[in-house]
Structures are given as structure tokens and as C-alpha cells.
């Protein structure tokens, strides 16, 4: 465990119980979410590989628009 992990999980153990397993389910939802993201992103991964090729085919024949940002 990190240090910063266990610092946060030190003073999460000094809340009161409701708190703590409020905060407890935020972060295994997070955990989730992160696990939920990696598994859609590795699934479709040879499609956005495909789609970068596309793109960089499309800027390297010049057809593309460059954006244009303000400078404020």
C-alpha cells in the first residue's frame, strides 16, 4: 500500500461508520468504473486503431482543416 493510500484510509478510519462506508462504496464504484473503462477501450481497440490510420491517412493526403484557437 502507498503511503499516500494509507494516510487516506487513516483519516477515512476517524469518520463516523456512515461516513466510511460511504466512502468506501465511492471508491469501489471508482475501482469499477476504471475496470469497466479498460475492458470497453481493450474490446475496441482495432476499431480505433483502424480510425487513427484513417486519420492520419486523411492529414497526410491534406484533407484536413486545421483548428483554429483563439489566443485570449
Do not use: N, V, Y
Amino acid at each position: 500500500m502507498t503511503k499516500l493510500l494509507k494516510h487516506a484510509f487513516e483519516r477515512a478510519s476517524s469518520l463516523p461508520e456512515e461516513e466510511q462506508d460511504a466512502l468506501a462504496a465511492i471508491l469501489l464504484e471508482e475501482m469499477a468504473d476504471e475496470q469497466r473503462w479498460a475492458k470497453a477501450f481493450e474490446s475496441s481497440k482495432a476499431a480505433l486503431d483502424e480510425l487513427a490510420e484513417e486519420a492520419l491517412g486523411d492529414f497526410k493526403h491534406g484533407r484536413t482543416t486545421p483548428l483554429e484557437f483563439d489566443d485570449k
